[in-house]
């Protein structure tokens, strides 16, 4: 199977997982790195960072061209995204017209928004749009499976093969605390 996933190519993310692994069961996968291409441009100046939160920006749409060029290159099976902060409807609807399957992986709560300037206006406008969803959160699954039934639950976890010492290596305590993400109300009630 050929799959194009789209979000960040960078060596640590959650897609480069995937692209090593799907490649390994024999399918071939492609990044295409929307979510770099939108992150160079965003940090670049100033200027552009306001220009994208005023939404007068034209990044959504040259990344979505760039895309749809790359979708008709490698000519997938499958369309991945990942998050979809990027990805506008119509690129997916140019993926189903041409029978790929278009699926979205969103780690995070896709109704949940606390800041509407990174593109999360582009996950609402684009979920009734995929063939498929996965999450990994149970509550979310049950109201994507209103929208769309083709929704599935994918346990959040580790390689299969990392020993504990890999996942909890050893090292002092440290009475800090550190969070990363959007502090939802049950994140900030935590």
Do not use: W
Not at 25 to 30: A, D, F
């Amino acid at each position: 199977m050929r799959i194009l996933i789209t979000g960040h190519s960078i060596p640590n993310a959650l897609e480069t997982q995937y692209l090593k692994y799907l490649n390994e069961l024999g399918n071939e996968v492609v990044i295409f790195p929307t979510a770099d291409i939108f992150q160079n441009y965003y940090h670049r100046s100033l200027l552009n960072k306001i220009i994208v939160r005023l939404n007068i920006s034209g990044i959504f749409k040259r990344i979505n061209k760039q895309l749809i060029e790359e979708i008709d290159r490698f000519n997938p099976d499958c369309l991945l995204v990942f998050k979809g902060t990027e990805i506008l409807p119509r690129s997916i609807l140019y993926a189903n017209q041409k029978n790929i399957l278009t699926a979205n992986y969103n780690p995070d709560n896709p109704f949940i928004f606390i800041s509407y300037g990174n593109g999360k206006r582009n996950i609402s406008k684009t979920i009734t749009t995929y063939r498929c969803h996965f999450t990994y959160n149970l509550e979310t699954a049950k109201i994507l499976k209103k929208i769309n039934p083709n929704t599935f639950v994918i346990p959040f976890g580790v390689n299969s093969t990392a020993t504990e010492k890999d996942i909890l290596p050893e090292q002092s305590e440290k009475l800090k605390v550190c969070f990363y993400g959007g502090p939802d109300k049950k994140r900030y009630e935590f």
